[in-house]
């Protein structure tokens, strides 16, 4: 089966990201080659390194892959105007290129909702089924955070968005709270899929070892460290950790560290907050490759959010590696997040908002060592059981076989 995979910013181990930064895509596109499907992504070179000073496309293989990239500047440091012009130029930029990929299906992942543009060209160009994936809700995330005011353009998004699950021959959302998303906005229960975000679990796992940067990070017997890793922008609410440090550094508590890895928008505002805390690390951002052994080096992962519904129903990255790693998580996301943590009884739940329970919440989890490792231990359990990679690539390839052969 020939697969045209849409997705704007794909990424692989090797490459530069937030910590966090979704490698999916890479992952679920190369066990989809080696299933024997001839795999096209369709993506940009946001920091423009492979096509720097050219026009047009370059082709490379990842993994058995065909990678098509197109050099188009993206940062979540952007303005939301600059931000909406990326979005723009990449939709225009591929629709007929990637029209121009011979399909069977054709298969995009979201977000920015406008990645329906070229999928909606090629899907109605080649009179071949498209699937949408559906990673976060568009365009009600934007308009809950404030991000998309403009009355013309929601209606244009909420317009996309209308058409593209109509076109769509199924829709896959990453969380139960998603998938309730899309059935809100008219789309019938058989055209829904469940796949989630996914657990790495050779690349995460319980025997890696985190001491040399434990060292680095002067991190002793004496100490818990937290970590938290992924972006830094308006959607994590960093800076009720900087609160809860700031009143754990007054107390006079020394066993509590948190470490922040990653970029992002807000993190040259994140550390101006955090100057003088000796509570307080920053590093990276680096490549997803390179996360193993600093999440090793954790005793517990962070997972945070502002409290805003609609993030609530998100499928973050670092939850899952964190998981996968055998790490406790201490999160403030309310829904389904929050139910797998309480049910497994893998990690803290808080109330999103409140730095003070995040502060005591987080003394209580270095206070209790042993219950840490028993943590950890069912969250690794959680991981192997429910959120395997070829697990949830195999949900994927059911759904696009089905929908190919249709």
């Known amino acids: ?5 849409l997705h704007q910013y794909f990424l692989t ?6 910590g966090s930064a979704g490698t999916r895509s890479y992952e679920m596109g190369r066990r989809l080659a080696c299933a024997g499907h001839n795999v096209e992504i369709v993506t940009s070179d946001t920091r423009m390194a492979r096509n720097a000073g050219k026009r047009g496309w370059l082709i490379t293989e990842e993994s058995g892959m065909r990678v098509h990239w197109l050099s188009i500047r993206y940062s979540n440091k952007m303005s939301i105007r600059d931000r909406l012009v990326a979005f723009g130029k990449f939709a225009l930029g591929s629709s007929r290129y990637a029209a121009s990929l011979k399909a069977d299906v054709v298969f995009a992942s979201s977000t920015p909702l406008t990645i329906a543009l070229p999928a909606l060209y090629c899907h109605w160009r080649q009179r071949v089924p498209m699937i949408f994936e559906v990673r976060d809700l568009w365009p009600e995330a934007p308009i809950q955070m404030g991000a998309l005011r403009n009355r013309l353009l929601i209606y244009l998004a909420r317009r996309l968005e209308s058409t593209t699950y109509n ?7 990453l969380s139960p709270g998603i998938c309730n998303g899309i059935r809100a906005a008219g789309v019938p229960e058989q055209k829904i899929s469940l796949i989630p975000n996914s657990c790495d679990l050779e690349t995460f796992n319980p025997s890696v070892e985190g001491g040399d940067w434990r060292r680095r990070l002067r991190i002793d017997g004496r100490h818990t460290l937290f970590l938290y890793f992924g972006a830094m922008g308006a959607a994590n609410g960093l800076q009720e950790l900087i609160v ?4 754990l550094h007054e107390s006079g508590d020394r066993s509590c560290i948190f470490a922040l890895i990653g ?22 951002p680096f490549p997803k490759r390179e996360m193993p052994t600093l999440v090793a080096a954790a005793d517990v992962c962070l997972t945070l959010f502002r409290d805003i519904p609609i993030l609530h129903t998100c499928s973050p990255n670092k939850f899952f590696d964190a998981i996968s790693a055998g790490k406790p998580v201490l999160t403030n996301m309310r829904g ?18 409140d730095s003070q ?7 209580q989890l270095a206070k209790s060592r042993h219950e840490l490792i028993e943590m950890g231990r069912r969250a690794r359990i959680l991981a192997e059981l429910e959120f395997s990679r070829e697990k949830t690539a195999f949900e994927l390839l059911k759904v696009l076989e089905r929908c190919g052969s249709a």
């Open 167 to 173: 076109a769509a021959a199924q829709v896959i959302g």
């Open 263 to 284: 970029d992002g928008r807000e993190r040259h505002q994140l550390e101006a907050a955090a100057k003088g805390l000796a509570n307080m690390r920053f590093l990276g």
């Open 1 to 5: 089966m020939r697969i045209v995979y």
């Open 13 to 18: 181990p090797s490459m530069l990201g937030d």
């Open 357 to 363: 329970a995040l502060a005591r919440a987080a003394l």
């Open 336 to 353: 389904w997040i929050a139910d797998l943590v309480i049910k497994h009884e893998c990690g803290a739940v808080v109330n999103p908002g």
């Open 244 to 247: 809860a440090a700031r009143s």
